[in-house]
């Protein structure tokens, strides 16, 4: 960040910033940097503006506790725009809303995260309950078998047009094959690396 070459004269002082989740992508909102903004926002980490209605600085979240915990900043091609990524603390905009442009900010794919968690708790901390951890209990040779069986099941009800029986065997093989991951100790990771590989090899 100590290289960031921004032209803060062309614009009188105030360069605009978008703001983007770090995880999801998604717009949240646009303010306005001086020198002295950007400068604070690098060394708290905490993304704060200079408010043209109230001429100061502002940090986002200093009364209302929803800061924007800054990931990475990059500037334009002209030197007067930035681009910050960071992780929301709760909704940005003062109305509520995800996002100042009233977008809901939820990426379903980060469940995917979250339930990899889940099976990686089931499999360090099993109990008697837990479906998951019983997989693991009965080992590698089973966890392998129901993920061919979900397979089976899949390729069944894809001759069919039931979408809803379609979906319901996707998601089994969805979840035994995050299963059989963590039985193996592999991450999910590693295996979307050699797609990117592959993806990168034949273009």
């Known amino acids: 960040m100590d290289s960031l070459k921004i032209d803060f004269q062309k614009v009188n002082g105030l360069v605009p910033a978008i703001i983007q989740d770090q995880n999801t992508n998604k717009v949240l909102m646009l303010g306005y940097m001086n020198q002295e903004a950007l400068d604070k926002t690098i060394s708290t980490k905490k993304v704060t503006f200079f408010s043209r209605t109230k001429q100061r600085l502002w940090t986002k979240g200093e009364t209302s506790g929803n800061f924007l915990e800054m990931t990475s900043i990059k500037v334009d091609c002209d030197h007067d725009t930035l681009l910050i990524k960071a992780n929301p603390i709760g909704p940005v905009c003062h109305t509520g809303a995800d996002t100042c442009f009233f977008e809901e900010n939820k990426s379903k794919t980060l469940f995917i995260d979250e339930l990899r968690a889940i099976i990686k708790d089931r499999k360090n901390n099993p109990n008697d309950t837990s479906y998951t951890a019983s997989l693991f209990a009965k080992g590698i040779n089973k966890v392998a078998q129901k993920v061919g069986e979900e397979a089976v ?22 979840f035994h094959y995050l299963v059989l991951l963590e039985a193996k100790g592999y991450e999910l990771d590693e295996v979307i690396n050699v797609l990117i590989e592959r993806h990168q090899k034949k273009s």
């Not at 099941?153 to 093989?173: H, P, Q, R, S, T």
């Open 153 to 174: 099941e899949i390729v069944i009800e894809a001759k069919d047009d039931n979408k809803d029986l379609f979906m319901g065997e996707a998601a089994d093989l969805l």
